[in-house]
């Protein structure tokens, strides 16, 4: 199993991206989904989650701003975010809890990372 994430980039503060983050491999079923972000210095940190039947969850900090989603069809989680400040820059994370057609449980998987810069 592996989670590809994109959409990255370079922004200007007040501006927007969206995340993208695919799973593939042998999947079976995937349970909740999300992203975490981690800051340099700092600890990873939550942002969102969505779980299969489409209840999210926020961070304080993102809550208005930031929209996590996801097409169960296609193994897919995205997080758009708006008014983008210079406290979102960091690597943000995808992940999922994801029963493969080998496994009797469900095990989480993380993406690679992407970069969110915020600057002027």
């Known amino acids: 199993v592996q989670l590809q994430a994109s959409g990255g980039g370079l922004v200007q503060p007040g501006g927007s991206l969206r995340l993208s983050c695919a799973a593939s491999?042998?999947?079976?079923?995937?349970?909740?989904m999300g992203w975490h972000r981690q800051a340099p210095g700092k600890q990873r940190e939550l942002v969102a989650t969505i779980s299969s039947g489409g209840t999210t969850n926020y961070a304080d900090s993102v809550k208005g701003r930031f929209t996590v989603s996801r097409d169960n069809a296609k193994n897919t989680v995205y997080l758009q975010m708006n008014s983008l400040n210079v406290e979102d820059m960091a690597v943000y994370y995808c992940n999922a809890d994801i029963r493969t057609i080998w496994s009797g449980g469900f095990k989480a998987y993380w993406g690679q990372g992407t970069q969110v810069t915020v600057s002027s």
């Open positions: 491999g042998s999947i079976w079923s995937i349970n909740v």
